[in-house]
C-alpha cells in the first residue's frame, strides 16, 4: 500500500507535465491556429523552421548564450566559493548576498537594471553620459543585445551556484585539505589536484542543467529586448512565443519547443550516463 503516498504526485505530473508535453507533441505535427481544429500537417512546421533565417540566428544566438553560462558564472561561483571556505568569519553573511538576487522576482531584476543601469535617462548610463564618459546602452546595440541581457541573467544566477558550490567544497574531507597544506600546496595548486576533483559530480551536475536551463531562457529576454534589436538577443524560446501568440501558429510554436526539448533530453542523456558510469566505479 506503499504506492498510494506517490499518487496524488504521480497524479499532479501527469496533468501538467505529462498531457502538456504530448499535447505539444502533437500540434508539432499539425496546423494550429489556437481557435480552431487542428490538422495534420506532417513535417511541415519542422520544414518551416529549418527554412526560416529567423530560427537559425535564435539557434545561434542560444548556443552562445550558453557558452556564456557554461564559463562565466561557473567561474565566478568557483571563486566565491572557494573564498568562502577560506573565510574564517562573515560566509554566512556573503552567502545571503550572494543568493540574494536568486530570490528577486525576474520582472523586479529586468525593470530595475532597465531602468536604474541601462537607462540612458534615468540609469547609471546615462548619468556617466552626462560627465562625458561615452557609453552606449548596450541594448540599443545588435552587436551588444545579447550580452548585454546575459549580463542582468548573470547578476541573477551566479550567486546560486556559488551557493551550491560552497555546499559541495564543505563536504570535501578535511584530512585531503589539512595534508595539502603540509605539503606546501599553493591555493591554485589545492584547488586544481583538491577541491575540483572531490566536487567534480556537482559541477558535471550543474554544467548539464546549465545547458537544459539556458535553452529555456525567456523572460530576461522578453522583458528586456523582446528579442530585439534586428533579432540580435532572439531565442528559441522567443520565437516559439511570438509564433504561438503573435502569428497563431501554434503548430510552428510546437515544433520550435520540440527543438528545446531535445537538447534538453542530450543534456539528460549525458547526465545519466555519466550518473551510470561513476556507479560502476
Given at each position: 500500500m506503499h504506492w498510494l503516498y506517490v499518487v496524488p504526485t504521480m497524479i499532479i505530473n501527469f496533468v501538467i507535465v505529462l498531457i502538456p508535453a504530448l499535447l505539444t507533441v502533437v500540434l508539432a505535427f499539425c496546423n494550429f491556429d489556437g481557435?480552431?481544429?487542428?490538422?495534420?500537417?506532417?513535417?511541415?512546421?519542422?520544414?518551416?523552421?529549418?527554412?526560416?533565417?529567423?530560427f537559425w540566428v535564435a539557434l545561434g544566438n542560444n548556443i552562445i548564450w550558453t557558452v556564456i553560462f557554461?564559463?562565466?558564472?561557473?567561474?565566478?561561483?568557483?571563486?566565491?566559493?572557494?573564498?568562502?571556505?577560506?573565510?574564517?568569519?562573515?560566509?554566512?553573511?556573503?552567502?545571503?548576498?550572494?543568493?540574494?538576487?536568486?530570490?528577486?522576482?525576474?520582472?523586479?531584476t529586468?525593470?530595475?537594471?532597465q531602468g536604474m543601469i541601462y537607462s540612458?535617462?534615468?540609469?547609471?548610463?546615462?548619468?556617466?553620459?552626462?560627465?562625458g564618459i561615452p557609453i552606449t546602452n548596450p541594448l540599443s546595440q545588435p552587436s551588444m543585445a545579447l550580452f548585454g541581457v546575459a549580463t542582468v541573467d548573470l547578476w541573477h544566477w551566479w550567486g546560486f551556484l556559488c551557493v551550491i558550490f560552497f555546499a559541495a567544497l564543505r563536504q570535501v574531507p578535511q584530512e585531503q585539505i589539512e595534508a595539502a597544506r603540509i605539503e606546501g600546496a599553493t591555493y591554485f595548486?589545492?584547488?586544481?589536484?583538491?577541491?575540483?576533483?572531490?566536487i567534480r559530480p556537482t559541477i558535471m551536475l550543474l554544467m548539464i542543467m546549465t545547458v537544459i536551463w539556458s535553452f529555456l531562457a525567456f523572460?530576461?529576454?522578453?522583458?528586456?529586448?523582446?528579442?530585439?534589436?534586428?533579432?540580435?538577443?532572439?531565442?528559441?524560446?522567443?520565437?516559439?512565443?511570438?509564433?504561438?501568440?503573435?502569428?497563431?501558429?501554434?503548430?510552428?510554436?510546437?515544433?520550435?519547443?520540440?527543438?528545446?526539448?531535445?537538447?534538453?533530453?542530450?543534456?539528460?542523456?549525458?547526465?545519466?550516463?555519466?550518473?551510470?558510469?561513476?556507479?560502476?566505479?
Open positions: 481557435l480552431g481544429m487542428p490538422t495534420y500537417a506532417g513535417l511541415a512546421n519542422f520544414q518551416s523552421l529549418a527554412a526560416d533565417r529567423v557554461l564559463v562565466v558564472p561557473m567561474a565566478m561561483g568557483l571563486l566565491a566559493a572557494s573564498m568562502l571556505l577560506i573565510a574564517r568569519r562573515g560566509s554566512s553573511f556573503f552567502q545571503i548576498v550572494y543568493f540574494l538576487p536568486v530570490v528577486i522576482a525576474t520582472v523586479i529586468a525593470r530595475v537594471w540612458p535617462v534615468t540609469g547609471v548610463f546615462g548619468l556617466l553620459k552626462q560627465y595548486q589545492m584547488m586544481r589536484y583538491v577541491m575540483l576533483p572531490a523572460d530576461f529576454v522578453y522583458i528586456l529586448t523582446q528579442g530585439g534589436p534586428a533579432l540580435s538577443s532572439e531565442l528559441l524560446s522567443t520565437l516559439a512565443y511570438r509564433n504561438a501568440f503573435y502569428d497563431l501558429n501554434v503548430g510552428r510554436a510546437a515544433a520550435a519547443a520540440l527543438v528545446i526539448s531535445l537538447f534538453g533530453l542530450v543534456g539528460t542523456f549525458f547526465y545519466v550516463r555519466i550518473q551510470t558510469r561513476e556507479g560502476e566505479q
